[in-house]
């Protein structure tokens, strides 16, 4: 089982990208828009999933081990495939898949390519307790943290996308450092330093 790959990115095509770990490549399947900002000649790491079958050996990549969490468990899902969880993960962002399931949004769900009613219907059904027995896992969807104001929250999202994060991603971090840190809810820069620490701290 390889949990995760740390190495440069030297090739690219339309749905992975080869690393290069100790001269040996890798190739890995990706999101879409994690695609965009893997550049060649890089140094990434990747958290995977391992697909093992009779006639192949495919991994999957994210760089955010809470969208693995949410790829695997897609996975439990009768009918989903790897390719229908990276089609689900490309088209919306982890925290709307999550409050879907929970609130039972069909018409969020339906709206990703490849899921009609019925899939939507075993989504909620096989997923909504999965999911809230694994609120921890998700930090981009828990509601208990602590809340900054509006315009700090809003303030601290953009800088983070600025830094080229995507907004699911900036929207974690900023709840996990309201966490880690509810006095700082307020302090803008201090919060912005905690979001990034716990970034960093994923690609260790």
Partial sequence: MIAFLRGRVVSKAAQYVTIEVNNIGYRVFVPQRLLGRLDIDTETLLHTYMQVREDDISLYGFTEPE?????????????????????????????DFYRAIINNEL???????????KTAQRLVLELKDKLAAQADAFPFATDDAPTATGGVQEQVVEALTALGYRADEAAGALRAAMRQAPDLTLNEAQLLREALKYLGSRNR
């Avoid at 695997?72 to 089609?87: R, W, Y």
């Fill in 107 to 117: 018409s969020v769900l339906t709206k990703i390519p490849g899921i009609g009613k």
């Fill in 67 to 95: 969208t693995l969490t949410l790829f695997e468990t897609l996975l439990t899902v009768s009918g989903v495939g790897p390719k229908l969880a990276l089609s689900i993960i490309n088209a919306v962002s982890a925290d």
